[in-house]
């Protein structure tokens, strides 16, 4: 038989007894952030929009002291197919076991942000296609005798 399970007791002069305020569930804006406001609340004048901030080449870094970075990152959910997930396990495994600097944890997200990165500040431009696969093999570098007979296959097309 199971012994019985005793309810833990605060003690009166810990200070989190007597007028407690009741807790009432909040839910945060999925969208727009800051502007939000609660159902009710007077409409604020309209205002222009604001013009996007050029973003600079360098990794922001808005950490206060003590802050973990992942604090300061955004939340994007992405679907990876399994091949992808398990390599990418296996590359910051890997990745891990190299560095001698321990003082910054890199985990899959790390790598994917660096990914996204790469792709955004020097591969964006070579961006074609319409499909997924159009678009990876746009950017993906070519080996020279794959290229070397699409250049072929150009030429040829491009006579007749």
């Known amino acids: 038989m199971t012994p019985r399970r005793m309810r833990s007791v605060v003690p009166s002069d810990s200070g989190i007894g007597g007028e407690r305020k009741p807790l009432t569930p909040e ?12 159902p009710g609340a007077e409409s604020p004048a309209l205002e222009a929009p604001e013009a996007p901030e050029a973003r600079s080449a360098e990794v922001p870094d808005s950490r206060t002291a003590g802050d973990p970075k992942w604090v300061t990152l955004e939340r994007k959910e992405a679907r990876l197919r399994a091949d992808q997930l398990s390599d990418l ?40 296609g319409d499909t997924e696969e159009d678009l990876l093999h746009s950017v993906l570098p070519k ?3 794959a290229q070397a007979q699409e250049e072929a296959g150009q030429e040829v097309a491009g006579r007749e």
């Open 143 to 145: 080996r020279r005798g």
């Open 89 to 128: 396990a296996e590359l910051r495994r890997h990745v891990s076991a190299r560095r001698r600097d321990r003082s910054e944890i890199i985990t899959d997200n790390t790598l994917i942000r660096i990914a996204v990165d790469l792709l955004l500040r020097g591969h964006a431009h070579r961006l074609r």
């Open 27 to 38: 839910v945060e804006p999925i969208l727009g952030g800051e502007g939000e406001r609660a």
